[in-house]
């Protein structure tokens, strides 16, 4: 099991930087991959970023150019630096970890922290 815990969310205005955490239960490096994923109302969740074990990241269109996923392996958190935040960025964010556990790669969430974006 991978217990995993966001914060960092908050109301923020158009243009402003946020930046968001989570912290794993498990070892980085027992991880295939990690990410962060939004949800708004009334849509489906997507992704927004993430990063493989080996390091490499990758982005949805929307954000790229304005967020930034990294991680600190002794610390087990990963991160998520928002800026130029726009209001359709407004959504529950949710950190992923995913891990291969007895040859089946499990999926983890955390409970989700809310980032609205409005003046």
């Known amino acids: 099991q991978v217990h995993l815990v966001e914060s960092g969310g908050g109301l923020v205005q158009p243009g402003g930087s946020l930046s968001l955490s989570c912290v794993t239960s498990?070892?980085?490096?027992?991880?295939?991959?990690m990410g962060w994923y939004r949800q708004a109302p009334g849509q489906q969740r997507e992704l927004v970023a993430m990063?493989?074990?080996?390091?490499?990241?990758n982005y949805a269109d929307s954000v790229k150019g304005r967020f930034t996923i990294s991680r600190n392996n002794p610390k087990n958190t990963l991160y998520l630096q928002m800026e130029n935040l726009k209001p359709e960025d407004t959504a529950v964010y949710y950190c992923?970890?995913?891990?291969?556990?007895?040859?089946?790669?499990?999926?983890?969430w955390g409970q989700g922290t809310q980032v609205t974006v409005s003046s």
């Open positions: 498990r070892s980085m490096s027992e991880l295939i991959a």
């Open positions: 992923n970890a995913h891990m291969l556990i007895e040859a089946s790669i499990e999926a983890f």
């Open positions: 990063i493989t074990h080996g390091g490499n990241t």
